[in-house]
């Protein structure tokens, strides 16, 4: 794609920006006083930088024509008339070169038709007179418009006819005029007439005013211009009549009233049409246009807004669709139409805006910039090429010049920003998308918007913005963004606008900034009450930060909720890397002091302080949006749209709180291996998730990482559960016991559902990994498992444990009719004096409190003597080191009791050097003490260690259950063990 850079060369002073600022500020007496820059005072200079304009040849060549006899009957009275700016003095001095002979044969060819350039060099010399009324003052030592005029044609002489009128300020008459201009070629100008007569009007001439004499005056100049040869008056007035109202309508009167007088209407010229502009502009402000590849640049603008019509829904306007667009592209490149339509149709009609020096001053700078910037990457010139974050522009060129400068401040909150450090919101959503356009789009509806406060069109905006590099997508993408996000941008059913009252956004954020943060905390403390629930699927709710409980549960899980006030600097977790103390002392000990027991059952929730700030604006802003609706001075002035439009917003910012508290509870610390807490960062995927219970999204998350099994998940694995319990199963264990480790151990699941322990403990009877013995002594059959329950007194035990069927029945115990005697004294029931089984009780706690459970279980069965106390710990790498350390240290305390004979058994594999080392050893105190330092360096040196390890205390068979052997192991195990341990006492 061909660059602005690479086809137009801007003249030397705009990229220098040494261009005098008298350049657009073209002045007729200074020219005809010789003291105007050259690009006025030049002829040759003035008439290379000038554009032939149909306005300009006519009056050029109606003026000429008649002074020089090639067109006697060309009207002597001319009006120039047109808005202020709008090339009407760059018109009078064109012509004031060309009747002193500054007119070039290169000039004249483009400018004269061949009648009047054949009798040019011919025209005798012209008598020209010039009044300008913004030079001229009203003071009484001051001559009057006439007497200026008389002194100019025809020097003393001429000043002696109209002496006496101009001393006295009274309007000479239509005779003496007469003679003043006689039978010589006259060309009289009078320009900014209306501001003179503004002047003029506070001047008192006998019973009227000086401005009263002054339309007397032209009224009879007009009158004497008809009547001679080889005369003619040029006048010119503004279109706009609010600039000089009163005075304008009198000079437009006057011409009507010259009509009825002399039956002769004045010519009306406008010096420039619309389709004159570009030229105009281009000829000022470059050197050179290579207008060549214009159908190429026409065409790729056609294909780029072909493809965003296909995207945009709300289409394009007619004057922007790409046929059209292209062919006007011919008309006015370098610049983009939409441009010059700005220039033309919008801001030339504002009455401060001069239409041709506005649009230069402003097309000056606005190269100047673009140049500098990078114009390789522009095609053409729009409107959002005016860089309003450059003061020259945004302030005396735009906003001042068209006395707005209230629009200066909406500028800059909005479009663009003279300060980088402070960018405007469309800047902010343009850094999202790595683009420009949406500065572009938002500096296309603003200056629109200067015009009247006039809307402009979503589709007209995004058409006038697109360039062939734009993405159409990004686009309107971004402007929707700025709709929603702007502080000074309407809309109302005639499209976009700026304005300078507050958007709905702006009165938003105006009044978030006045909610104070502790109203925020608040609100958020109701929606976290409400955002976790109990219920028997998710377990219990505690809330921690109302100071509520969490009892060692054995039933059911404890989600254990924390507020952000709980944590150093009230504002949440900072550092998560590892679980912070007040969780860790919630996790291993009770409220009344005693330890946890069921650490796998503690789920912990804690605020993220990453995400705290967000929160609380995200509440402020619901705060805002509540008290708007429920302010009934707010929501009478606004329109049925916005006010609905608020109303929305309110019910979209409610879920939008309820999402910020739940992002900021996102913090989750849950059991695992080796007596740790692992933490996973919970997300609010979508608003609609954010409206469920948070506690389920928890589990969920638990879920996914394999531990927590609900009633849906996969059932688990019997081998892998058997591998967990270890050495637990070798003998036995009750159902209960298998509850209480699952609720104890981190490396276990959770269980949310009961029914998944049938469903293992059938599977693991039906893949015979166990066999189940119920608390009546009955063995569950492989037959009996679809009517299978179970009860907490039920056992597991290894397969083998289980007696043979009877060879009758196939069933154990036998259930043949026939009575089986017992095999020692062959009596049914027997009748033998055989001692009662061992019976075994299990608990798994912290030692000290496991054994004191034991002993109490053991004197409910009214046991009374015991032959055996079992402790037992399952540990992994560096945490199975200091388990057998501290075995060796509870040895070394018991051994001296009389009544106990402590051993030490472990059971390890570790890895060394790439190859698996595996140690199974049973040995007694002395021996274990004997080996301490050869176990440790095992343990140090290994990789992936699991060890077993386990105490035997033996008693002599008379040891009572009631004697003080309990509280000598007691003692020794308070002090050195901290981990939870499989604690088994046999009785007899």
Not at 198 to 219: I, R
Not at 668 to 686: F, I, R
Not at 689 to 710: C, D, H, M, S, Y
Not at 933 to 939: H, N, P, R, V
């Amino acid at each position: 794609m061909l660059s602005l850079s690479s086809l137009v060369r801007p003249r030397k002073e705009v990229l220098e920006s040494t261009l005098d600022e008298s350049i657009f500020a073209a002045n007729l007496g200074t020219m005809l006083q010789g003291t105007a820059p050259p690009v006025y005072g030049d002829p040759a200079e003035f008439f290379s930088r000038t554009h032939p304009s149909s306005g300009l040849k006519a009056l050029l060549n109606l003026c000429l024509g008649r002074l020089a006899g090639a067109q006697p009957d060309a009207p002597p009275i001319i009006r120039i008339d047109t808005n202020l700016g709008g090339g009407k003095t760059h018109n009078l001095i064109a012509l004031s070169h060309a009747v002193q002979g500054g007119l070039d044969a290169g000039s004249a060819e483009r400018l004269l038709s061949p009648p009047v350039r054949q009798t040019l060099g011919s025209m005798p010399g012209v008598r020209l007179a010039a009044f300008v009324g913004t030079d001229h003052g009203v003071s009484a030592s001051e001559s009057t418009m006439w007497g200026l005029l008389a002194n100019q044609l025809g020097g003393a002489s001429g000043y002696a006819v109209v002496r006496p009128d101009d001393v006295g300020r009274t309007a000479p008459g239509t005779a003496t005029l007469a003679e003043l201009l006689g039978n010589e070629p006259n060309l009289i100008v009078v320009d900014e007439i209306a501001q003179y007569l503004q002047k003029a009007d506070g001047v008192e001439v006998g019973n009227g005013t000086l401005a009263d004499q002054t339309l007397t005056f032209l009224m009879a100049l007009c009158e004497a211009a008809a009547q001679v040869q080889r005369t003619v008056l040029v006048l010119t007035t503004t279109q706009d009549s609010s600039v000089f109202s009163s005075s304008t309508e009198k000079v437009v009167a006057l011409m009507i009233r010259v009509q009825e007088i002399t039956g002769r209407q004045a010519y009306l010229i406008q010096p420039s049409a619309e389709e004159d502009l570009p030229s105009i502009l281009s000829r000022r402000l470059f050197e050179h246009v290579d207008r060549s590849n214009i159908a190429d640049i026409a065409t790729s603008y056609a294909e780029a807004l072909t493809a965003a019509e296909q995207r945009w829904e709300s289409g394009l306007p007619s004057e922007l669709a790409p046929v059209r667009l292209a062919s006007r592209m011919h008309e006015t490149w370098p610049f983009h139409p939409e441009l010059i339509v700005l220039l033309d149709k919008r801001l030339s009609t504002n009455p401060y805006f001069q239409r041709t020096r506005g649009a230069l001053r402003l097309l000056a700078r606005t190269i100047q910039l673009l140049w500098q910037n990078g114009a390789a990457s522009a095609s053409a010139i729009h409107p959002h090429h005016l860089d309003l974050a450059d003061g020259v522009i945004i302030r005396p060129q735009l906003t001042q010049a068209l006395q707005q400068p209230q629009m200066e401040a909406v500028a800059r909150a909005d479009v663009a920003n003279e300060n980088e450090h402070e960018p405007s919101r469309a800047d902010l959503i343009d850094k999202r998308y790595d683009a420009s356009c949406i500065r572009h789009a938002a500096t296309t509806c603003f200056v629109h918007s200067l015009h009247l406060g006039a809307a402009m069109t979503q589709g007209h905006t995004l058409a006038t913005t697109l360039e062939p590099s734009t993405d159409p997508d990004i686009l309107l993408d971004g402007w929707t963004r700025l709709v929603r996000e702007a502080w000074y941008l309407h809309q109302d059913s005639e499209g976009f606008r700026f304005k300078t009252e507050p958007s709905l956004t702006k009165m938003v954020v105006d009044r978030t900034n006045e909610v104070r943060s502790s109203q925020a905390r608040s609100a958020a403390q109701e929606l976290l009450e409400n955002l976790f629930a109990s219920s028997s699927s998710t377990g219990n709710v505690r809330r921690m930060y109302l100071n509520e409980k969490a009892p060692d549960n054995l039933a059911q899980i404890n989600i254990c909720v924390f507020g952000w006030a709980q944590f150093e600097g009230e504002r949440g977790v900072v550092d998560y890397n590892s679980p912070p103390q007040v969780i860790l002392d919630h996790w291993n000990q009770l409220d009344s002091g005693g330890q946890r027991r069921y650490l796998n059952h503690m789920v912990f929730i804690a605020p993220n302080a990453r995400y705290y700030d967000r929160m609380l604006r995200a509440l402020q802003r619901r705060i805002a949006l509540d008290t708007l609706v429920q302010d009934g001075s707010i929501t009478e002035r606004l329109s049925p749209d916005v006010l609905g439009d608020l109303r929305d917003r309110c019910n979209k910012q409610q879920l939008e709180a309820r999402v910020a508290v739940a992002n900021v509870m996102n913090l989750c610390w849950y059991p695992v291996a080796n007596d740790k807490l692992e933490l996973v960062e919970l997300t609010v995927d979508s608003k609609a998730r954010a409206e469920r219970n948070q506690t389920e999204v928890i589990f969920e998350q638990l879920r996914e990482r394999g531990k927590l099994l609900t009633a849906d998940s996969p059932p688990m694995d019997p081998a892998r559960l058997k591998q967990m319990l270890g050495q637990r199963l070798s003998r036995s264990i009750t159902i209960r016991g298998m509850q209480e480790f699952m609720a104890s151990s981190g490396s276990s699941h959770m269980l949310l559902d009961s029914g998944q322990l049938r469903a293992v403990i059938q599977n693991g009877i039906r893949m015979e990994v166990w066999d189940c013995q119920r608390s009546n002594g009955d063995w569950v059959d492989k037959l009996d498992l679809d009517s299978f329950s179970l009860g907490e007194g039920d056992s597991l035990h290894l397969p083998g444990t289980k007696p043979e069927p009877c060879p009758q029945c196939g069933r154990q115990p036998c259930v043949c009719d026939e009575p089986v005697a017992c095999p020692e004294c062959g009596e049914h029931p027997c009748a033998c004096s055989k001692p009662p089984p061992t019976r075994e009780f299990q608990s798994t706690r912290v030692p000290a409190e496991a054994i004191e459970d034991v002993f109490a279980q053991a004197q409910d069965a009214s046991a009374t003597r015991m032959e055996e106390l079992i402790l037992e710990w399952d540990a992994e790498q560096d945490a199975a080191l200091r388990c057998v350390a501290k075995v060796l240290q509870t040895l070394a305390q018991v051994r001296i009791h009389p009544n106990i004979d402590p051993s030490l058994s472990v059971d390890l594999e570790t890895e060394t050097a790439g190859k698996v080392f595996t140690l199974k050893m049973t040995c007694s105190a002395p021996q274990a003490q004997m080996m301490e330092e050869s176990l440790k360096a095992i343990l140090r040196q290994g990789e992936g260690t699991a060890c077993t390890t386990r105490i035997v205390f033996a008693f002599p068979a008379s040891t009572s259950v009631e004697g003080n052997e309990k509280r000598t192991i007691q003692d020794a195990v308070r002090g050195t063990m901290v981990s939870r341990s499989l604690t088994v006492l046999k009785t007899a």
